[in-house]
Structure formats: C-alpha cells, structure tokens
C-alpha cells in the first residue's frame, strides 16, 4: 500500500490564516504569504513514493477551493482540536501515513523520505520543532489509532512533543529532522 502525506492546511483568507504574522506583516499580507508557501512546498513534496493529500478547512470552503492544485485528492478536516483533525485524517489514510503542516519553508522530499523510512523500523515518527512542537506526525498504521490517541496534548505549548509521544503510548518513536515554523516576522527566512 502506498503511503500518505497529509497536508493539513486552511484557505489563506485574512485574518483567518497566520494571524500572528499577520500581526507583524498585516493580514493580507500574511494570508499572501501563506499561499504562496504552501504552492512551493506542494511543488517540492509531491513524489511517486506517497500520495499527497489536502486536509482543508473550512471544510465545505476547502473541498472546492481552486487555489490548490485540482488533481490532489481534499478530505475535510472536520471537527475538534488539532489533534482530533490529525488522529482523522490519520485513520482515513490507513496505512503508513505522516501528517505536516503546510506552514515549514524547509520541508522536501528528502526530510519526508527520512520519516517514511523510519516507520519501517518505528511504529511512529515525529518531526520535532525548535519550540517545543513538532511539523511532522507518522505512524506505521493509521487505521490502529484509538480516535482519543493525542487526548491531553497541551497544543501550541513547548509541551506538544511530549505529550504527543507520551499520548500515543507506542515505544518504538523515531524523531527525525528538527524543522521551524512560520509564526512571526522574525521566523522568517
């Protein structure tokens, strides 16, 4: 079975899409930005050894949205918390899945590469990032994942890591790359 990338992103609307850039920059300005990355970063992900999927939201403005590129299949995020949204789209999948966020200039394929070969030894791998986060979420099986698998994760913490490992409750985690997200002016390139 071939694997999933999931791409979890939001139509890059002002003041509903990197608001705290957009605190720094102005909201067009940053919902601009945002577009403009996630075009980059589908161009530099997409590869014949997964299939790239778009968890959109709001969903019912997602699914038939043409700022993204049209053959990508689309799943509504649905509802709930980050991790809820995460665990969902991780259980439609299936199979080996990882989840990113479309908001991490330095994401290829090579560093996704890196995740998918380490599920092969693992059964889930993150992508930590410098404040305590993580751009990227994978499991060997998503269709084994309890619906509550990332309950009491503290989200948008330097507790997200840890509570994500320590929720998921699996022994083999491989971590791979530590990669920033775009959150303000000084984070970006």
Same mark, same amino acid.
């Given at each position: 079975m071939t694997p999933t990338l999931v791409v979890m992103l939001k139509i890059p609307r002002p003041g509903r899409v990197k608001t705290r850039l957009g605190r720094d920059i102005g909201m067009v300005a940053a919902a601009w930005w945002f577009r403009h990355q996630v075009r980059r970063l589908l161009r530099r992900i997409e590869d014949p050894r997964w299939r790239v999927v778009l968890a959109v939201t709001p969903d019912q403005d997602g699914m038939k949205s043409r700022i993204w590129p049209a053959h990508l299949p689309r799943w509504p995020q649905g509802p709930g918390n980050l991790g809820d949204r995460m665990i969902r789209m991780m259980r439609q999948a299936g199979g080996a899945v990882c989840v990113i966020g479309a908001d991490i200039p330095e994401v290829d394929r090579i560093r996704v590469a890196? +995740? *998918? +070969?380490?599920?092969?030894?693992? #059964?889930?791998? *993150?992508?930590? =990032?410098? #404040?305590?986060g993580y751009w990227l979420i994978g499991v060997?099986?998503?269709?084994?994942?309890?619906?509550?698998?990332?309950?009491?994760?503290?989200?948008?913490?330097?507790?997200a890591l840890a509570d994500s490992r320590t929720a998921l409750g699996y022994r083999?985690? =491989?971590?791979?790359?530590?990669? +920033?997200?775009? #959150?303000?002016?000084d984070d970006l390139p």
């Open positions: 890196r +995740a *998918f +070969a380490a599920l092969g030894n693992h #059964d889930a791998v *993150f992508g930590p =990032a410098p #404040d305590g060997k099986s998503g269709s084994k994942l309890a619906c509550s698998a990332l309950d009491g994760v503290r989200w948008s913490t330097e507790h083999r985690i =491989a971590l791979v790359d530590t990669l +920033a997200d775009i #959150d303000t002016v």
